[in-house]
């Protein structure tokens, strides 16, 4: 069967097709493939517009993949120029960056490189024709100009430039080029006297007013015996590294530059050689605004009790086991921009631990004199010297928790304090997700006058990337104060 043509189809059918088409990035000829070959196999999931089948086994023959899984999607639009030898190129480099490369080719650009070339390299179906009824079945230029993160032509013809400037749309690819909502590349290729020509200098500046972004063209020879000057198309290699940049844009690292000292997970008091005394955390959150605050760009010192979790990347982490420890490691860490204290340390340890396994007795249990452990949050927020800038704490609580915040905060001379509730309840401790409130001090108030933000249910990730960019604003307005 060569091609599939499909008639008659109601409403909710068509529906669930250009669902699951667009999900597994197929066509909906292709994907009605998919289905017929599951239901032989006895695979296919009931058709529910809604429950959208997974792809298709990469054992499939007709979906060849890279073995990487993409990361990215570009429409490539290919003009028609000779330049357009330097697309098969571009196919490869982009795939080499786990992007996922669809390909137009216009009519002219059939003249210099085939689909089946382009269709080899990229492993997907080309598309050539605007009035293609096998792709056009569910608006396929829609989905071409969609359906992807990047649109990128190379070669821009002088045609295809003008055509995008003044909203023409006689083709698949200028139809494409009007329909998308994407970011536009384009890599101009053309004579050099076409790329001076007023009425496309007007194209290209009208084209950059609109937001579409130009890489090139580069000065060099010309296909052309004799010519050289301004035109040659920007290599494969350039256009797609300025593609990835606009795939895959810097994150922005506010903290880059600062040191943040990080406190996170229980502590350990021993009893003897068997028991201890601790608190019921997983860790999870302090480790999650060490990884926040590493993304940001800070070099970050995570001082952690014991914990059931791998170091975060790029972190510099101190393993601990008592409340003393992690005072030693948290001093030695200093001086730091921003400290958090987000470790549960156990209040108490044993007086005299004892050398070796307590042992039941007639007399009863065996008395345990307990002293209180260093406050490491109080001991570092009231330093005279090498206090950090920015000092934030902790409360867990299980009762009146905005009002024990506030005492604490007062108590403990820090500058923020994060609350949560952790009764049992509310499944915190061990959790993977937290409810917080950010109490601090009123700008310009007196003691006392605090300010809460209570901010809505979310992961531990989520409140440490939130809290890291509450840092970061923070950091960066007191380093543009002027020095008093």
Same mark, same amino acid.
Do not use: C, W
């Given at each position: 069967m060569a091609s599939l043509t499909i008639r008659k189809l109601d409403d909710a059918v068509k529906t669930y097709l250009r669902l699951r088409s667009a999900k597994n990035r197929r066509s909906v000829e292709e994907e009605v493939r998919v289905i017929l070959r599951e239901l032989i196999e006895g695979r296919e999931e009931p058709l529910t517009p809604f429950a959208v089948p997974p792809a298709a086994s990469s054992s499939a023959p007709t979906q060849q993949r890279t073995s990487a899984v993409p990361e990215a999607s570009v429409t490539l639009i290919i003009g028609g120029g000779i330049a357009a030898y330097k697309s098969l190129d571009l196919i490869r480099r982009l795939k080499e960056r786990r992007v996922e490369v669809r390909c137009v080719l216009t009519k002219a650009a059939q003249q210099f490189v085939t689909p089946l070339a382009v269709s080899a390299l990229s492993h997907e179906r080309v598309y050539t024709d605007l009035f293609d009824p096998q792709s056009e079945f569910d608006a396929g230029h829609i989905r071409l100009a969609r359906d992807c993160d990047l649109i990128v032509v190379a070669p821009a013809t002088a045609d295809l430039l003008a055509k995008l400037a003044n909203g023409h749309a006689d083709d698949l690819a200028s139809a494409i080029l009007l329909a998308t909502n994407r970011k536009v590349l384009l890599a101009p290729a053309m004579n050099p006297l076409m790329w001076n020509n007023a009425a496309t200098r007007r194209n290209v500046a009208q084209l950059q007013r609109d937001g579409a972004v130009l890489i090139g063209p580069n000065s060099g020879e010309m296909a052309e015996a004799g010519e050289a000057g301004i035109g040659r198309m920007s290599e494969a290699i350039e256009i797609a590294n300025a593609a990835e940049r606009l795939l895959r844009p810097p994150v922005p690292r506010p903290l880059a530059g600062k040191r943040v000292l990080i406190t996170a997970?229980? =502590?350990?008091?021993? *009893? @003897?050689? !068997?028991?201890? *005394? /601790?608190?019921?955390?997983? +860790? #999870?959150?302090?480790? /999650? *605004?060490? %990884? %926040? $605050?590493? $993304? /940001? +760009?800070?070099? !970050? *010192?995570? !001082?952690? +009790?014991?914990? @059931?979790? @791998? @170091?975060?990347? +790029? &972190? =510099? &982490? #101190?393993?601990?086991?008592? /409340?003393?420890?992690?005072?030693?490691?948290v001093q030695a860490a200093l001086p730091v921009d921003v400290a958090i204290f987000a470790a549960a340390v156990a209040d108490w340890r044993v007086a005299n631990e004892g050398e070796q396994k307590l042992k039941k007795t007639s007399a009863g249990m065996p008395p345990l004199q307990l002293v209180e452990n260093p406050d490491i949050l109080a001991t570092i927020a009231k330093l005279a010297d090498k206090r950090p800038p920015l000092v934030i704490g902790f409360a867990a609580e299980t009762e009146h928790l905005i009002d024990n915040a506030k005492s604490k905060l007062a108590r403990k001379g820090c500058d923020w304090i994060v609350a949560n509730d952790v009764s049992p309840a509310t499944g915190v401790m061990g959790g993977d997700r937290n409810t917080v409130h950010l109490i601090s001090r009123k700008n310009g108030a007196k003691d006392g006058e605090f300010a809460v933000d209570s901010w809505p249910v979310m992961t531990k990730e989520q409140v440490a990337i939130e809290l890291v960019a509450h840092v970061a604003r923070t950091v960066t307005d007191k380093s543009r104060e002027p020095a008093s």
């Open positions: 997970g229980p =502590t350990h008091e021993p *009893i @003897d050689p !068997v028991r201890y *005394i /601790a608190n019921r955390s997983s +860790g #999870k959150q302090g480790f /999650a *605004i060490a %990884a %926040a $605050a590493q $993304a /940001a +760009g800070a070099e !970050v *010192i995570l !001082v952690s +009790g014991p914990v @059931d979790l @791998d @170091d975060p990347q +790029g &972190v =510099t &982490v #101190k393993h601990v086991e008592s /409340a003393r420890q992690m005072l030693e490691q």
